[in-house]
């Protein structure tokens, strides 16, 4: 059972994955309105009569979106009956079928009633959020198939709330981001890092599309340097634990192909590929950063316990 736990849970976050890109995808190519303001039919239709680029766009992330959504809750369903005597399984099998509910539920309202940037900019939000956790469900059954070794790891109290800072941090990063590309930001600052290089301090006639890009391109910058400060100090306290070891320096490349992908957008005025590869690599950084969560919660077990090493 474990075997196939393992297999499905590889599914579910692929899956998962694809429903992040399906949704970066339809806001990248405009075609959140593919269906009008029908959902969950489309213009009114089971099968619309005529189609267009939009429409395949949208029908397509729904798909996606369903066939996610019945195989995360096969996926929870199983756990929670077959290992839900792990500690953290039953939370995760919840968690990662309500988020999956309300990520959809978001959707459609944005689809029937409409809503503001601010709010759709959220949207991503708790996409990362629902793939996190099937994410570290995943990891918990590898784990159980003796696939990682975390048992005797004990993260550092200061190194904990580090990592509890960062995620937060992380989270206020994509919201920007989000902004970014609902509020149609990406392409008003034709230079890089700066919105103008041969005048960067000038924000006098910035308009507020210039101060959503660059606030977020300032918080990116102080995510990568975080990010790259927290890996050294990881790997010099934790250097002979392959999990954390390798893990953060996975995590800080994470980081650096986010920045490059960044500055690759607007280089390549949006392109398409690009676009969709930065919202992916987010998406990995986030769902390692939750993994460390995970361990800083049961080192902090340990340590209530008396039980830390």
């Not at 509020?183 to 006098?204: A, I, Q, R, Y």
Request: hydrophobic share 55%; charged share 10%; aromatic share 14%.
């Amino acid at each position: 059972m474990i075997k196939f736990l393992r297999t499905l849970s590889v599914i579910a976050t692929i899956l998962m994955l694809f429903l992040l890109l399906g949704g970066a995808l339809v806001t990248k190519t405009g075609s959140a309105d593919g269906c009008g303001d029908s959902w969950p039919l489309c213009e009114g239709q089971l099968i619309p009569s005529q189609f267009n680029f939009e429409m395949i766009i949208e029908l397509s992330h729904r798909a996606v979106s369903g066939l996610a959504g019945v195989v995360v809750l096969t996926l929870a369903i199983l756990a929670w009956i077959k290992i839900g005597h792990v500690r953290e399984v039953k939370f995760l099998a919840f968690s990662s079928v309500f988020f999956i509910i309300v990520q959809a539920l978001i959707g459609a309202a944005a689809v029937v009633w409409g809503q503001s940037d601010f709010v759709l900019a959220a949207h991503f939000g708790i996409s990362l959020i629902s793939f996190a956790a099937v994410f570290l469900l995943m990891l918990l059954i590898f784990e159980l198939d003796k696939k990682l070794h975390t048992e005797t790891l004990f993260i550092k109290k200061k190194h904990r709330w580090h990592i509890y800072a960062l995620s937060i941090y992380t989270m206020l990063v994509v919201y920007t981001g989000a902004l970014v590309r609902h509020t149609e930001s990406n392409l008003v600052c034709g230079d890089w890092p700066f919105c103008t290089n041969t005048s960067p301090l000038s924000f006098s006639n910035y308009d507020f599309n210039q101060w959503v890009q660059m606030g977020h391109r300032l918080a990116a910058a102080i995510l990568f340097i975080w990010t790259f400060i927290l890996m050294i100090n990881m790997i010099k306290n934790y250097r002979f634990n392959k999990v954390m070891y390798w893990g953060w320096i996975i995590t800080f490349t994470l980081i650096f192909l986010q920045v490059l992908f960044g500055a690759l957008i607007i280089f390549t005025l949006l392109n398409l590929g690009v676009a969709l590869m930065h919202a992916l690599v987010i998406s990995c950084y986030f769902g390692m950063l939750s993994y460390f969560i995970l361990l800083s919660n049961r080192s902090a077990k340990k340590e209530k316990t008396g039980t830390a090493k």
